[in-house]
């Protein structure tokens, strides 16, 4: 059965209405913010607005507190929605490392007795230029990709995301690239809703003050829910009035708040400042680039890709076998060798011994024992350790032919060899 991206994926994201919104692993806490919104709306509705109906006369304005506060709720919780239910500027993972990227470094393996080995490395970082400046890009093992200027990857969503400003739990989402605009749209509505239920509550408790000819304090006694929303609403402001100011100014500056919380002390400079209007002009008026994430598409199958080869032999992993089965082969091929070096050479060291008595000095075994060891040496089984394209280690036995041929002349010699045919 096929698949769609979305079922696949390899974030924290969750996904609701077959992936046509995705939102933050924390996605619960939007149901908080929800209900820090309506709920005081409600209550304003109820215990405020509604008694206001009446206290401007002229065309009943009073009708129109209780419709600003109902429709401007409601285009918060659009902003909202904008903000938490759409890509942020994902940017899809890579299936494979970017072979272009690969680098060929030798290291000093302990193993193969010093020899320099070759290792395929990704350079952490490369330069990229921006406005005329060159900025240090780093490499994302995580996606696989060189992350593009100003992308950082979200610990928490854990994807690589475009503009990377913060992770907002209070939205549940990343803020990113795509949803930057609605953000600032949401805190500063958030902001402008708040000034005005706390407006309207000082209103009404103003209208009890002349209807009743009282004081503050008996005014306040008389509408208990106008102090609360008033209470809440100065609270409130501190948050999110302290956001939009906050962001007002990064805008200004064109930074995200990732860049200003790391880089503000090392006192970089901002290559991506183009002045303030263009700064405003970049975040309000340019076109939302599509996502590059088609998350209801059908997940193709890749086919498998061949195994990059490395500087030294790769016979064992080019043919898909086992490594220790390479191994037992070349021995199972060189004891094979050995015993038909050691069948012919047998005839030749006899009838060599037999001419050298009958036309020479007579030789002992211990001057032909001496005679083949001062020319020969042990044989010897070399071990050299390789390593594969992608940092596996594999064996590989080579036996050196010659060695096995010369040498087998010592050890058949001395096993057939009898004294009395050395005197002959």
């Known amino acids: 059965m096929e698949k769609r991206v979305y079922q696949v994926w390899k974030g924290s994201n969750k996904f609701i209405l077959g992936g046509r919104l995705i939102f933050g692993p924390d996605a619960k806490s939007l149901l908080v913010t929800i209900l820090l919104i309506t709920v005081p709306v409600i209550i304003f509705c109820v215990f405020v607005a509604r008694h206001l109906r009446h206290a401007f006369s002229s065309y009943n304005a009073g009708y129109a507190i209780l419709v600003v506060a109902i429709v401007f709720t409601i285009y918060v919780l659009i902003l909202l929605f904008l903000t938490s239910a759409r890509d942020p500027g994902i940017i899809p993972r890579n299936l494979h490392p970017p072979e272009e990227e690969l680098r060929y470094e030798s290291s000093v393996s302990a193993e193969a007795g010093g020899r320099q080995t070759p290792g395929l490395q990704f350079p952490r970082t490369k330069e990229v230029m921006v406005n005329g400046f060159q900025v240090r890009v780093k490499y994302c093992d995580t996606c696989m990709l060189y992350r593009p200027p100003r992308c950082s990857h979200c610990s928490i969503c854990n994807n690589c995301v475009e503009r990377f ?59 208990p829910p106008s102090v609360i929303l008033m209470a809440y609403c100065f609270i409130a402001l501190w948050f999110v009035g302290g956001l939009t100011g906050f962001h007002s100014y990064l805008i200004a500056t064109n930074q995200t708040t990732y860049e200003n919380f ?163």
Request: charged share 30%.
């Open 165 to 223: 400003d913060h992770h907002c739990p209070w939205v549940g989402q990343c803020i990113g690239l795509r949803n930057y605009r609605y953000f600032f749209m949401f805190v500063s509505s958030a902001t402008l809703l708040c000034i005005y239920v706390f407006s309207m509550s000082a209103v009404y408790i103003k209208v009890l003050m002349d209807d009743h000819h009282g004081t503050v304090w008996k005014a306040m006694q008389e509408s």
């Open 262 to 424: 790391r880089f503000r002390a090392d006192n970089r400079i901002n290559v991506y400042n183009l002045g303030c209007p263009s700064n405003f002009l970049e975040v309000f008026c340019t076109k939302i680039k599509p996502s590059k994430n088609n998350l209801r598409s059908f997940v193709r199958e890749e086919a498998p890709r061949p195994t990059l080869p490395s500087t030294q032999g790769a016979e064992a992993e080019d043919l898909g076998g086992d490594p220790r089965s390479k191994v037992e082969d070349d021995l199972d091929i060189g004891e094979d060798l050995l015993k038909i070096s050691q069948r012919r050479n047998i005839e030749e060291i006899d009838e060599d011994i037999r001419s050298r008595g009958s036309n020479g000095p007579a030789h002992t075994a211990l001057d032909v024992d001496s005679f083949l060891e001062s020319d020969h040496r042990a044989p010897t089984i070399r071990s050299e350790t390789r390593h594969s394209s992608w940092g596996r280690r594999s064996g590989s036995w080579e036996i050196a032919t010659d060695d096995v041929l010369v040498n087998s002349k010592v050890t058949e010699s001395r096993s057939h060899v009898t004294p009395k045919e050395a005197r002959r």
